[in-house]
């Protein structure tokens, strides 16, 4: 009968401790959030907490973006097929950030953290655009981008509206003169290289851009 007794307290002390255990331990969901926070820690100098961006350092907006399109990119980074051009300083100090997430599974939970974040609006910064012109050159960008510029993954095109208007206008500018997407295994990069080329001037890609503009109202 004691024997029965004992074994009975210590199950229920046993079971005690777990109830006061799972009470001061952090939840997976609560720990997960807290490791996806701190990986994200050494984005936030350049794309700010909320993912908002810095013009002042060529970090776009990156907040609600698609979540293959983050990790397609962090991976490009890795890989060196992005940052790797003498032209390209902006990337150039991406690729450092993109080397720390040093796993798969790294980059995946920096990608997700990214996603979940509300997507912000920047203010627009480009002037002399005529969304007007940019909309018959958009026709070309429509397969891959959408009608909407909401993106198509089947075609690796990420979303532009909403884009910080200023970014588009650098990776446009890159891409026609092969700082972007002439490395022999950005096969993407490569597909988006000679659309640039439809656009003949700055003026055509400020037009293009203002158009993309009226496609995030």
């Not at 450092?96 to 627009?124: C, F, G, W």
Request: proline letters at 6%.
């Amino acid at each position: 009968m004691t024997h029965l007794r004992t074994s009975t307290v210590m199950g229920l002390v046993l079971a005690l401790s777990c109830v006061l255990s799972a009470c001061q331990s952090p939840s997976p969901d609560k720990a997960s959030l807290k490791y996806s926070e701190e990986l994200y820690e050494s984005c936030v100098p350049c794309h700010g907490e909320s993912a908002e961006g810095n013009p002042d350092l060529g970090a776009p907006a990156i907040g609600g973006l698609e979540l293959w399109y983050v990790k397609a990119q962090l991976r490009k980074f890795k890989k060196s097929q992005r940052g790797w051009h003498i032209d390209d300083a902006a990337g150039k100090r991406m690729l450092p950030m993109a080397m720390a997430l040093n796993t798969d599974e790294k980059v995946d939970i920096v990608a997700a953290y990214v996603a979940s974040l509300p997507q912000t609006r920047p203010e627009p910064t480009l002037e002399g655009g005529n969304p007007a012109t940019g909309k018959i050159y958009f026709a070309t960008c429509v397969q891959c981008h959408g009608a909407d510029a909401q993106g198509n993954i089947d075609e690796f095109g990420p979303p532009l509206a909403g884009a910080s208007d200023w970014y588009l206008l650098t990776q446009l500018q890159n891409f026609k003169e092969g700082v972007r997407g002439t490395h022999a295994d950005d096969v993407t990069g490569a597909k988006m290289r000679p659309f640039s080329m439809t656009l003949p001037t700055e003026q055509a890609m400020k037009d293009v851009i203002a158009y993309i503009g009226t496609l995030s109202e």
